[in-house]
Structures are given as structure tokens and as C-alpha cells.
């Protein structure tokens, strides 16, 4: 029978129920009609009633055949239609899935379904609309955040980031060469074990000192400032003086709880440099005045006596010989204190370090103007393109020009040439500005030094001598008799040898590294011991080594450390840690293939006991993880005599991890793991190759760990104790 | 009567001009060219005023100064410094220390010979 045709139990009970009221009334009817009858009557009724029976049954039965079909159409009509609407309803109140329900019965249920669609619909549009903006809204914090750190890697001043523990949330280039120098290993650690996200400013920084400003910033605020900042200074444990401005970060003011500070900025000045350079300029002022005043002093005491008139001839030679002698320590005091001074004199106005080859390319391009004027290069004897120079370029390329346009235009010379090169002088360069043909006379030259500057049709309010004073330099014009030409000269100061370095450095970074991690605001040290923290929010330095053998007990050595840094679940790349280690022994030949290290390679490298302090340091407030950790961690705890320092942080092993996980694998080598998370591996067998492979096994573990309910360290660590090969103690 | 004055000068022309000067004028004068002679010809025999001017490395009229003053003699000698230091700080110290009178260089001698028999004549 057709499911759709079949009556439904409703409508039978329906019918039973009909059946019984009729039946009900037929019987309370009879027995009223019986109540008013006759004894004799009642046996008529009786003996008639017997007769009726049938016949009253066939009727109801008759009676209620004809109700059914209408009693079904009407549950068809009025009560299915609704039920059934009930239902698609609630698939779309439970589910995503929206599609028109499927609405018969009466207008008023059509109806009812179709304001159901419009809802659901709505719904959707709504819903759709809020992803959109929530994309919309996390897509332009993603670009603010990169657009902010881009800025900052770009900044010269160096920035640092903390939340209110100290710990560093973000840091520029600029910051991370400052502290390079701030290392007590600069050559090993190069200041990585200082700087890094989710690393304690406090080991720079005295805390009570970071403290003590910070309460000064609260107090200031507290008074009605605006934006009240912070100025330190303090030595740091390399003997560097730094400067410190520190503001604070508040939260957003809509955020509740006022405006309360959740960490600080601090901009970084290493002041070292200029503070020795002070203090040599205050010694050298110092030693001129009181050097002249006892100088002075002798010459006048002289002079009073050579006044007496009866002075004999041989006092007299004595007294002026006094003169003579005082005349002569004050003029090679002031000789000395102008050579200072000159070297001094570069620090007052501002100067950018610039590569000789960028000045000299910007200066063509300035000085270029088709069909009117040429400029070209002229390559020096020494290469002067790879210098660095400190220059004031914008005044320098506007002097060059102004020099340049004069000469077209009132000599009507149509190429120049440009030319720098060391200079015989000590820390300073020379730039040429070359022509053929006529010259000028001293006068002209003169004037053209004094004169407003005027290029492109721009004239500035400074002369040439006032760019050549701003860079404490020199300038004059030189013949070159022999090929008949002559050029101008400016004598320009090189940038020193540690800001060459560091302008150096600034360049070579090609894809912007990631230096920031806001999330770090919201972490705090929660009292919670490390056992309890979750995997996903610890800190760990995934490290290896290469060593000489297998046998650490038996004289084999460690050769390479490398290391990299996880933190709230991001491999860092740039803050890792790789250092060749003088083994002090011969490193033997069957092992080079394994590790490609050579003898060469390790002579003149620092030692162990030189590496493993950085490595500490690298290492501190850490997790470590390596792969098969109890080797590398043998190697480490047989130094623990000799270096006095202990690697007592928890450790974790990958290989013990990936055996937890995939306990059917057959291979829970490095190579092996790796290849199941396809993962790419670059570089593998040397010390830092290996642990960044690790360190990107690892991340790939902590979410199959929590799959098996391993969640905190401290289970992790149980775990890993009980795997199979936990057992087997190296 | 001629008074005792010790020229403790480290500056040979200066000393040179001083001692001619103050010989001169009819004066006793002894001189000394550094700290430890200074002292030890302060202690052989007293001299009524000391004209201090001691600036070489190692030397300092400050220390000698306060030494001199430390030997708690009830009466001791006057004490002039004399200096190229001319900050009012410098100054301060001096008299601090114990100077009865501080002179910054370059002074006229005439100055230096006026406050020396200024000093003497309180004395006497």
C-alpha cells in the first residue's frame, strides 16, 4: 500500500473515537428513553432493541465509513501540512542547507513556509555578510601588522617590544645588531641569545631599573600626561652605555578595565660612541684651559720679573727663555686640540652613512640633462665606489648640481665626470667633479662657493661652503695641466669602520624575517608550573650537534651545535644559533661523510668552552627538544664539569614523540619522520639543518599528541618515558 | 723680622719666577717640587705660610693640603693655593680642605705677594 494513501493512526483514532461518542449516545439515549417507559414498554423496547441492534451497528458502520475519507483529507490538509513544515524547519534551523520547504495544505501554511525561507535566508546573508567582514576586518589586521613591520625592520633606530614580564614581542634589524655588540660572544651568538621573541629583556636590563620607569610613566599618567615617556641609562654586562626611552602600550581605550598598560616600547640608543667622544671633547676642553692658565701663569709671573729694573742679564735670559718655552707648549696644545676638534667636528650636523657607488649614481642622475649636460663615471685608481662615506646626500647632490649647471651655462662646458677616491688624509674621501676645457679664476671660484645654490631652477638658501662645512670637509679647484682639464674637490669624512659594518649588515636581508608576535600580550607568566603549561604556548630551542664519533664516553666531541627557536607555535628561522666547535682532536676521515666536516674548517674555531656559554644562554628559559635528545644531551652533561654549567631544563625527544604517535612505523629516523609529514629538508647534516627538520617535526607532533590526549609537558614527557624505546637507555 | 714661606711648585718656571720674586722681598723661602718633599719640609721645619701649586700626575695641592691640615698643629702654616683649576667647584674645595686663600691662574705676582703679607700680618 501507498505510504502516502495509508490513513494515518491519527485519523483511525479519530474514527474509533467517533465511533465510541456515537455508540455513547445511542446507549445514554436508550437508557433515558428506557427510564421514562412503562414496565410493559420496556419489554417492547427490549424485544425491539434486539432486533435493532444490527441494524443500529450497520448504520454506525455506515456512518463512519463516510466520515473517514473526509476526517483523512482533512488531516491531510490541516494537520500534516503544518507537522511536516515543523520538520523541514528544524533541518534548516540545524543545518547550513537552505531550500525552499516544501509548504501544501491551507494559504496560511504556504505562507508560514515561505516566511521560513525568507528567514533562513536571511540568515545566510547575514551570515555571510559577518564572515565577509570578519575577513575583511583580520585580512587588514594581517596588513597592518606586516605594513608595521616592515616599518620597523626599515627603522635606523633600534625598537623593542615588551609585555609587562619583559618578555620581547618585537624587535627590529636595527635592534638585534645593537645587541650583537651588547653580547658577551658576539662571534658566536651574535647577540641571539640576548634578543628574540618571547626572551626576557631582563637579561639586558637591570628589572628594578625597567621597573622604576615604568612606575614613573604610571605616576605621570596618573597626574594627567598625556603621553608621558621614560629615559634611562645603564651600563650593560659588555660595558656598552646605553639609552633607553621607554612609553608605554595601553590597551584600547573600548576595551575596558580604562586604559591600563599591557607592556613598553623601548627605543634603544647605544650612546657608548658618542659618550667617549663627549668625554675626549670635555677632557680636551679641560686640558686647553687649565694647560693655558698655568702657561699664562708662568709668562705673567716672567714678564712681572723681567719688569723689575734691576734685573741682572742672566736672570733676565732665564725669565724670557720662561716666555719662550710657555709660548711654545700653548701653540702645540691649541695644534693638538684643532686636529681633535676637526675630527670632532663631523658629529654636529646629522650625516647619513651612503655607498660611495649609490652617491655617485644618484649624483649622475642629478646632474644628467639630455642634450644640455652629460655626466658620466670616472672609476677611481681604488675603487671608491665600495666606500662608505658619511654625507648629508640631499645638500651634497644639490651642491654637485648647482656646481654642474654653472659650469654649462657660463663656461659652456656639455660633459662632466665624477670621481671619488680615498684620500691621502686619514678617514676621509675625495669626490671629483671633472671637465675638460676652461678654467676659472680664484675670484670666481669664490663666489661660486658663496654664492645661494641654484639647480634645476631651485635656488636653496645654502652655499657651497655651507655643504662643505656641514660635512667638516674641504673644497677647492685643481688643474690637471697635462690632460687639460680640471675638477672641483670635495673632501668628504668616510663613515668610521664600526658604522660601515653595521650600514653593511642593514642590506643583505631578502625576505623580511619574522621579528613580532603580538600575540606574546597576551601571555603572562601564569603561576601554573611548567609541567601543566600546554605544549602549544611553551618556548623551546630545537637543537642538534655534530660530533667526531658516537661514543661521547670514549673521547669523541662535539664539532657543531646548531639550534633554532620555536615560539607560541612558530619556527623562527632567523634567531637560530650555529657554531663550528674545535674538537681539540682529529676529527676522523670515516666520519667526514657523515657530517662534511673537515679539520680545516674546525682549526681556529672557538672551543667548547667557549661555545657552550652562549649556548646556555641561547638555551635559557627554554624547552629543549632534540632527536634522539639523550645523545646530544650526553654529549652536553659530560662538559657540565668542565664549564660548570648544567642543561636542566625538560627535554624532549622527536623520535620518542613519533614513536608515541605511529607506534606501527617501522623507522622513527629524522629522514624517515620527515618524509611522512612531508617535509622538505634542506641542508640536513649540519647541526642546524638537522634541528630545523626537528624543530618542523615537532610542530607537526604537538597536534597529533593532542589527538591522543597529550596536551601539557608534563604529559608529553610521562608519555614519551613509557614508549618502547624509552627503555632503551643509551 | 723675615718670614718662613715654603714654595711648593711642581712648574719649574713657575717656581723659578716665585722663588726670585719672593726672595726678593726679602723673605725665607725654601722650595719643594712635589708632594712628599712638601711634606717633608713642612715637618723638618714649619714655615709660617705655604704656597701650594702641585698639578702633575700623582701630585694633587688638594691632597697636600688636606694632609697638612690633618697634622692638627694648633697653629699651622697659612695655606694659599694656587691653580689652573677655575671652576667656583674647584674653588669650593680648596677652602674646603683647608686653603686659607685660593688663587686661579694666571694671577699678576703683585696679587700673589699682596695676599701672602695679608695672611702673615694676621698671624703676627
Known amino acids: 500500500m501507498n505510504p502516502r494513501n495509508r490513513p494515518d493512526r491519527r485519523v483511525l483514532l479519530a474514527l474509533v473515537a467517533l465511533g465510541g461518542v456515537m455508540l455513547l449516545w445511542a446507549a445514554v439515549t436508550a437508557a433515558l428513553v428506557w427510564s421514562t417507559l412503562a414496565p410493559a414498554g420496556r419489554s417492547a423496547l427490549a424485544e425491539l432493541s434486539d432486533s435493532m441492534a444490527a441494524l443500529g451497528g450497520l448504520t454506525l458502520l455506515f456512518v463512519l465509513l463516510g466520515v473517514a475519507p473526509g476526517l483523512n483529507a482533512l488531516v491531510r490538509h490541516y494537520v500534516k501540512p503544518p507537522a511536516r513544515l515543523l520538520e523541514e524547519a528544524r533541518t534548516l534551523l540545524g543545518t547550513d542547507a537552505t531550500r525552499a520547504p516544501t509548504a501544501h495544505g491551507t494559504p496560511d501554511n504556504r505562507a508560514l513556509g515561505e516566511v521560513i525561507l525568507a528567514l533562513a535566508q536571511q540568515r545566510d546573508a547575514l551570515r555571510a555578510d559577518v564572515a565577509q567582514q570578519v575577513q575583511a576586518a583580520s585580512r587588514s589586521i594581517e596588513q597592518e601588522r606586516s605594513r608595521l613591520a616592515a616599518l620597523m625592520s626599515e627603522l635606523t633606530q633600534s625598537v623593542v617590544v615588551c609585555n609587562l614580564d619583559g618578555r620581547i614581542l618585537l624587535y627590529n634589524t636595527r635592534a638585534r645588531l645593537q645587541f650583537r655588540a651588547l653580547s658577551d660572544a658576539p662571534g658566536v651568538a651574535s647577540g641571539a641569545e640576548l634578543i628574540g621573541l618571547g626572551r626576557s629583556i631582563y637579561t639586558v636590563f637591570d628589572r628594578k631599573r625597567v621597573a622604576h620607569a615604568l612606575e614613573n610613566i604610571q605616576q605621570r599618567r596618573q597626574r594627567g600626561v598625556a603621553s608621558p615617556s621614560a629615559q634611562f641609562v645603564t651600563t650593560t654586562r659588555a660595558g656598552q652605555l646605553l639609552r633607553a626611552q621607554m612609553t608605554a602600550v595601553t590597551r584600547a581605550p573600548d576595551d575596558g578595565d580604562g586604559a591600563a598598560i599591557t607592556g613598553f616600547v623601548l627605543m634603544l640608543d647605544n650612546i657608548t660612541r658618542e659618550f667617549e667622544e663627549e668625554s675626549a671633547r670635555d677632557a680636551l676642553l679641560l686640558a686647553l684651559t687649565e694647560g693655558s692658565r698655568a702657561s699664562l701663569a708662568s709668562m705673567q709671573a ?3 720679573m723681567l719688569d723689575l729694573p734691576d734685573l741682572e742679564p742672566a736672570m733676565r735670559e732665564r725669565f724670557q727663555t720662561v716666555i719662550r718655552d710657555e709660548i711654545g707648549a700653548m701653540g702645540a696644545r691649541l695644534h693638538t686640540l684643532a686636529d681633535n676638534a676637526a675630527k670632532g667636528i663631523k658629529t654636529r650636523w646629522p650625516l647619513e652613512d651612503m655607498l660611495g657607488e649609490d652617491l655617485l649614481s644618484a649624483a649622475q642622475r642629478r646632474i644628467d640633462a639630455p642634450g644640455r649636460l652629460r655626466a658620466g663615471i670616472e672609476e677611481g685608481d681604488d675603487g671608491g665606489g665600495a666606500l662608505w662615506l658619511k654625507v648629508d646626500s640631499f645638500s651634497l647632490l644639490q651642491a654637485l648640481a648647482s656646481l654642474a649647471e654653472r659650469l654649462a ?7 662632466v665626470s665624477l670621481r671619488l677616491g680615498r684620500a691621502a688624509q686619514a678617514g676621509r674621501a675625495h669626490l671629483d667633479l671633472i671637465w675638460q676645457g676652461q678654467t676659472m679664476s680664484t675670484e670666481t671660484i669664490m663666489g661660486w662657493q658663496m654664492d645661494d645654490m641654484v639647480s634645476g631652477g631651485e635656488r636653496s638658501p645654502l ?13 677647492w679647484l685643481e688643474r690637471e695641466r697635462v690632460r687639460h682639464r680640471a675638477f672641483f674637490r670635495f673632501l668628504l669624512p668616510l663613515a668610521s669602520e664600526r658604522e660601515q659594518l653595521d650600514a653593511a649588515e642593514l642590506f643583505p636581508l631578502g625576505s623580511r624575517p ?5 600575540d606574546l600580550f597576551q601571555t603572562s607568566e601564569s603561576g601554573c608550573a611548567l609541567a601543566d603549561r600546554r605544549l602549544t604556548e611553551l ?16 673521547g669523541d666531541e662535539i664539532i657543531q651545535i646548531g639550534a633554532a627557536r620555536i615560539v607560541n607555535g612558530k619556527l623562527l628561522r632567523q634567531e637560530s644559533f650555529e657554531q663550528l666547535v674545535d674538537p681539540q682532536r682529529p676529527i676522523p676521515a670515516a666520519s667526514i661523510p657523515i657530517h662534511g666536516i673537515t679539520q680545516d674548517q674546525v682549526d681556529g674555531q672557538p672551543t667548547i668552552a667557549a661555545v657552550l656559554p652562549a649556548f646556555h644562554a641561547f638555551a635559557q628559559d627554554t624547552v629543549l627538544v632534540a632527536h634522539n635528545a639523550a645523545f646530544d644531551m650526553r654529549f652536553l652533561q659530560l662538559k657540565e664539569a668542565a664549564t660548570g654549567l648544567r642543561f636542566e631544563q625538560p627535554v624532549l625527544d622527536t623520535l620518542l614523540l613519533s614513536a608515541l604517535v605511529h607506534p606501527n612505523q617501522e623507522s622513527h629516523r629524522l629522514e624517515a619522520i620527515a618524509e611522512r609529514f612531508n617535509i622538505t629538508v634542506i641542508g640536513r647534516h649540519t647541526a642546524l639543518g638537522d634541528a630545523i627538520v626537528t624543530a618542523e617535526v615537532f610542530l607537526r ?6 589527538e591522543k590526549g597529550i596536551h601539557t609537558l608534563g604529559e608529553a614527557r610521562e608519555a614519551a618515558q613509557q614508549t618502547y624505546y624509552a627503555r632503551l637507555k643509551y | 723680622m723675615t718670614h718662613r714661606i715654603l714654595i711648593a711648585v711642581d712648574d719649574p718656571n713657575m717656581r723659578m719666577s716665585l722663588e726670585f720674586m719672593f726672595r ?9 717640587h712635589n708632594d712628599a718633599a712638601t711634606l717633608a719640609a713642612v715637618a723638618e721645619q714649619p714655615p709660617e705660610l705655604v704656597l701650594l701649586d702641585l698639578n702633575a700626575a700623582g701630585h694633587s695641592s688638594f691632597d697636600v693640603c688636606q694632609a697638612l691640615r690633618a697634622q692638627d698643629v694648633p697653629s699651622g702654616p697659612r695655606i694659599v693655593l694656587l691653580s689652573a683649576k677655575g671652576r667656583d667647584t674647584d674653588i669650593a674645595k680648596g677652602l674646603a680642605l683647608g686653603a686659607d686663600a685660593y688663587l686661579t691662574k694666571p694671577c699678576p705676582t703683585r696679587a ?3 695676599q701672602a703679607n695679608a695672611l702673615l700680618e694676621v698671624t703676627a
Not at chain 1, 651655462?409 to 660633459?415: G, N
Not at chain 1, 619574522?514 to 603580538?518: L, M, W
Not at chain 1, 607532533?701 to 593532542?706: D, G, Q, S, T
Open chain 1, 514 to 518: 619574522e621579528y613580532y608576535d603580538f
Open chain 1, 701 to 706: 607532533l604537538i597536534p597529533l599528541l593532542a
Open chain 2, 112 to 114: 700673589l705677594l699682596q
Open chain 2, 24 to 32: 726678593r722681598e726679602g723673605f725665607d723661602v725654601s722650595v719643594a
Open chain 1, 302 to 304: 716672567a714678564i712681572d
Open chain 1, 463 to 475: 652655499s657651497v661652503r655651507d655643504v662643505v662645512e656641514r660635512h667638516g670637509g674641504e673644497f
Open chain 1, 409 to 415: 651655462d657660463e663656461y659652456d662646458i656639455r660633459s
Open chain 1, 539 to 554: 618556548t623551546y630551542t630545537v637543537f642538534d650537534t655534530e660530533t667526531t664519533g658516537l661514543n661521547p664516553g670514549g
